[in-house]
């Protein structure tokens, strides 16, 4: 039996680094980020994605690189030989207090996992700026023009606050908790699913993410397939399970177990897992380093679970 | 939003059922089973083993498939067991067999995007197998061009470069023109043709009368684009073909695969990463249903009934022996029961009634068994006419095993909820009813299972559970656990040396055979079928979930005919074939051409299009010609506001 080579990636030369003073050896084209997790030191982020080409919208993960004007985002500054980084200079934990804040006062940022404790390593306190303005009527954001921005008083918070969005059985976008990372962007467009059925709408403050025209999803390109909902980061975007659950308060990923299989749908083999809670599936994702689906489902696999859960009652 | 008409859920069975006095009623598992036992041990003593056939589940698990192949082999002694890969990709597994040895897709979904050129043919991978079409587009996004044929301007069709819109059932011509035109061209990979492949000269004098006129002629395809796809085929330095049921779901449908595969072997376009032939599978376990021997003629790993070394290995590894010859596919057991050759029928997670052509028949057929068993989640039309009925857990997610995908990879299953009280095993289920009839196989694991047939099967050997779970899946062939192969198949063929490049591939010679439904006067339009994005075969599984796409059925027909014939979107048509009638409303898409309409069958109980389609079978592999009813299609009259009703299902 002929055994023909698999093709490889060609091999990649070796640089090295110092990271917060110790010195790391890694591969040419790796990002700071990469650089970091290799030495096991924490930098936080919020719009990174492991499937995704990084955008630096979320600015948390921000780095001191020796002799750089400005800081540099660790989740898409490639590493360069002999380049010293430092995480957690002064400068540093001062930027990223300030954005947790902003971010904080402005984004409901409460199903957001890490928040908390990011708060209090930088000393963050989103609270400062005054108590919240009250969350806009559901479609008063989605109807701002550019260049009408009024500026508020100083007296509240202004935030981008809203009610969920409700408009199907599958998911819900609650864009309260958005921090306009645009990573729902990327996975609905070139990236993976090519349904661009999600853009970006309006400037500044006012920018929200959207649907084409600000129709109702039914009445839009979407296609459901939940991708967006893979890569959100601070649960904007949830399985309407999930929120009706959260709203029920028996929302408990304690109590869940999450089981990795295929899908039934295709003969293509999307390995799916599966998020259950007393015996019933209440979520589904799929592992982003896995070789069919990088994360990715179609709207069966990923909502289609409910025949299994039609429990005759006799 | 969301049109609760068009799907009424199904209910997990949780009890087995009886008949008793024409009725189903609830039973115990111990009687059930009991009943079940007895059933089959009576029909084996009185007409014989080849009057019991099996229906294995293309969606269960291979350790749950490997076992109802033996169930069949070694408890009743017969090789009457086959699945519903049968109504889909068996000719896939024929055609790539005749031609390589071995009925697998030769690449690897990664090797897609890394291609130069795409052609996916008669199929909707946009829609049907959606994750498949992202690497797609990876490829295409990278600077690989796209070719879609199919009679349809699908949602793929609409990434493509050029779409060659075909007439239904005139595959063979296309692919005969575009192999002529390479020919012409000397765009022939010369040194492939000598070395690996057999049949060169015959094939060139065959096709020769396929020139790119006599081809647009038959095939609608304007010369041109025919041209353009054999030169760019043919250039490409690395090509991908890659089709689905289009192809497959014909008479004629092993002929369509190997007048496919000519191409590859005409330009070298195998064996090489990043070109290869991929058909893609319908079921999540449909490649492994027959890898594990679930088919009438090989045993686990593609092994051949007829072999006696082969048989005799396994007769010594069951303690049994074997009948020297193959079983009924499915296709034949459907026409055995009109010859009273067939009495007792086990289905597990089949739904026949709903998925075979011409329900009426198939209907008929089964009423003539003396005993059905139907092993299932739901009690779904089939379940309906059994004499048992034995609730099963759902192989997916509430049982281990594994699964293999389009791309051969074996992956792991695994049980992530108990099943609702009452449901069971199917293995477990297989295991009781075996025992009763005197094979007391207690109940293996799925990996004891696994383990056992991977003894038996070289091209699994090398696949241990912690392999699988390590490498998120291993494709076959897998020897040994120490190694790996390619992704792709048939290196071999490239090799120098004649001893290790084995089996030439032959052409396969393979005439043109238009479909058998013929259109005329009476019946002027073809009617095509196939799937939506967001649906699912006979429905049983997606009508659980509540999608915002649903419409529920429609007739799509072209807004061309649909001025015509005076039909406005979403008016209620009669449509009519040489078998039954329908009503059903109409969408008028640009996606179709003049002359051709679409529908699905993910809606039976609001329409049942399997009583306008045909059971013109491919005469290799049993597929049914799903593909291609000639119909009429007649307004109705309206009252005032019915367009507001549910359709109502009709029959004549």
Known sequence: ????????????????????????????????????????????TLCYGDTLAPRNACRVCVVEVEGA??????????????????????????????????LGSSVDLSTTPKVDEWNERYGARPDRFGPRADPAPLGERDARHAGTHEVGDGSVAATVEQPAKVDNDLYVRDYGKCIMCYKCVDACGEQWQNSFAIGI???????????????????????????????????????????????????????????????????????????????????????????????NLCIKGRFGFQHVQQRRRD | ??????????????????????????????????????????????????????????????????????????????HNVDSCNRTCHAPSVAGLSAAFGSGGGTSSYEEVENTDLIVVWGGNPRFAHPIFFQHVLKGVHRGARLFVVDPRRTSSAQWADRWLGLNVGTDIPLAHAIGREIIHAGLTNDTFIKRATTGFEQYREFVEPWTLAAAEAETGVPAEAIRELAHAYALAERAQLSWTLGVTEHHNATDNVRAL???????????????GLQPLRGQNNVQGGGDMGAIPDRLVGFQDILDP?????????????????????LTQMFEAMDEGELKALYVIGENPVQSEPETTKTVRRLATLDHLVVQDLFLTRTAQLADIVLPASASWCESDGTFTNSERRVQLVRKALDPPPGARDDIAILCDIAERMGHPWKHPTAEEVWDELRALSPIHRGMSYTRLEEHQGIQWPCYSEDSLEPGYL????????????????????????????????????????GRRLDDYNTGVQSSGFSSPLRRGETLDISPEDAERLGLADGETVRVSSRRGSVLVPVAVTPAMRAGLVFMTFHFPDQVDTQLLTIDATDPIAGTAEYKAAAVRIDKVAQAAGAAEQPPVPASA
């Open chain 1, 201 to 295: 709408a309006g400037r500044g403050f006012d920018a929200r993410v959207s649907t084409e025209h600000d129709v109702a999803l039914p009445d839009s390109a979407c296609v459901y397939c939940g991708n967006c909902i893979e890569v959100c980061p601070t649960g904007a975007l949830s399985f309407a399970t999930e929120f009706d659950m959260r709203a029920e308060g028996t929302w408990d990923e304690e109590r869940q177990t999450q089981t990795t299989t295929v899908c039934t749908y295709c003969g293509v083999g999307c390995n799916v897992t599966l998020h259950v809670q007393d015996n019933e599936i209440v979520k589904v994702t799929s592992p982003h380093d896995n070789p069919v689906t990088h994360g």
């Open chain 1, 69 to 102: 004007r400005t800081l540099a985002p660790a989740c898409s500054r490639a590493v360069e030989e002999g380049m010293a980084v430092a995480t957690d200079s002064e400068r540093v934990r001062h930027s990223r207090k300030m954005v947790l804040e902003l």
């Open chain 2, 309 to 329: 070394d082969i048989r005799s290995r396994f007769e010594k590894a069951w303690n049994t022996t074997l009948q020297p010859n193959r079983g009924r596919t």
């Open chain 2, 1 to 78: 939003m969301r049109s609760d008409r068009h799907s009424t859920p199904y209910e997990r069975l949780t009890r087995p059922l009886i008949r008793e006095g024409g009725e189903l009623r609830p039973a115990s598992w111990e009687e059930a089973l009991d009943r079940a036992a007895a059933a089959f041990t009576g029909s084996v003593q009185q007409h014989g083993p080849n009057a019991f056939g099996m229906l294995s589940c293309a969606r269960a698990t291979n350790e749950m498939n490997y076992m109802a192949q033996k169930f069949t082999r070694v408890v009743i002694g017969t």
């Open chain 2, 490 to 529: 048939h290196g071999r063929l490239w090799s120098a040396d004649p001893a290790e490049r084995g089996e030439p591939a032959p052409f396969g010679l393979v005439g043109h055979s238009p479909p058998v439904d013929l259109l005329d006067d009476d019946y002027p339009f073809r009617l095509t079928t």
């Open chain 2, 261 to 275: 595969i000519n191409l590859s072997l005409l330009t070298g376009h195998v064996g090489r990463y990043g070109s």
């Open chain 1, 1 to 44: 039996m002929t055994t023909t080579p698999v093709t490889l990636a060609p091999p990649r030369r070796l640089v090295d680094v110092t990271i917060d003073g110790r010195e790391v050896r890694v591969p040419e084209g790796s990002t700071i980020m990469e650089a970091c997790e290799a030495m096991g030191t924490d930098v936080p």
